[in-house]
């Protein structure tokens, strides 16, 4: 079956970089597109970015466009979040998410990994 | 962007009670090529990832108990819980996938009155 697991979360300063991995399996890694999406502490979910099945189109909520960075590695079955110039109101869970269809970019998500915290604090 | 707005914030139900949750697009999902509504329910529980209730506005996943259903059409839906039982408490969102960034509303809390 679909496995996402979600690393890398940590704290960190602000101002600092941190980067997320989610290894992927059970599924054709490079026919999907990836999300990631973040729960702040007691608040609702937030879509973060999308990367395509071959990462050839990149979208970014506007809080972190020129901060965060998504990509894959088809190769590896493996989704990345480089997140740069970290602030406070990062602090999440973060989830990699699979869409249900193959090859778009928008559709519902049918797999979430568990997540990974992150915190940033001084 | 599509702002998804779901009503009420929380709600307590007694069990064997039912529990209505509404969400509201700001413009509609309804692709009218297909005639499909790009509406999604999704269940939040502590400590466990979002799960996929219902796609399509109203098609159930499987393996989802079927006093789970979903309605609406447009910029208007609601998700309804025919009889509560107590794993159902949990934090409930409305997703719209008709157009990027993706966007989810603001969840509803569904607990035990």
């Known amino acids: 079956q679909v496995q996402l697991v979600e690393s890398g979360g940590g704290v960190v300063q602000p101002g600092r970089s941190l980067r997320l991995s989610c290894a992927a399996s059970?599924?054709?890694?490079?026919?999907?597109?990836l999300h990631w999406v973040r729960q702040a502490p007691g608040k609702g979910l937030e879509w973060v970015a999308l990367?395509?099945?071959?990462?050839?189109?990149?979208y970014y909520v506007d809080s972190v466009k020129g901060r965060f960075t998504i990509s894959r590695d088809n190769s590896k079955n493996t989704l990345y979040l480089q997140m740069d110039s970290l602030r406070a109101e990062d602090t999440a869970v973060y989830h990699c998410?699979?869409?249900?269809?193959?090859?778009?970019?928008?559709?519902?998500?049918?797999?979430w990994g568990q997540g990974t915290l992150v915190t940033v604090s001084s | 962007d599509i702002v998804m707005t779901q009503s009420p914030d929380s709600l307590a139900v007694s069990l064997g009670e039912r529990a209505t949750i509404n969400c509201k697009s700001s413009q509609s999902v309804l692709n009218r090529s297909n005639k499909r509504n790009y509406l999604a329910w999704y269940q939040l529980k502590p400590g466990q990832p979002p799960k996929l209730l219902i796609s399509w506005t109203s098609t159930r996943e499987s393996g989802v108990p079927d006093r789970f259903s979903g309605s609406g059409s447009g910029t208007d839906f609601t998700l309804t819980i025919s009889s509560l039982q107590p794993e159902d408490v949990a934090v409930y969102y409305c997703q719209q996938y008709y157009s990027t960034p993706l966007t989810f509303g603001g969840g509803t809390r569904v607990e035990i009155k």
């Open positions: 990367i395509s099945y071959d990462g050839s189109n990149k």
């Open positions: 059970g599924f054709t890694f490079s026919t999907y597109g």
């Open positions: 998410a699979k869409l249900h269809s193959d090859y778009q970019i928008a559709d519902y998500f049918d797999s």
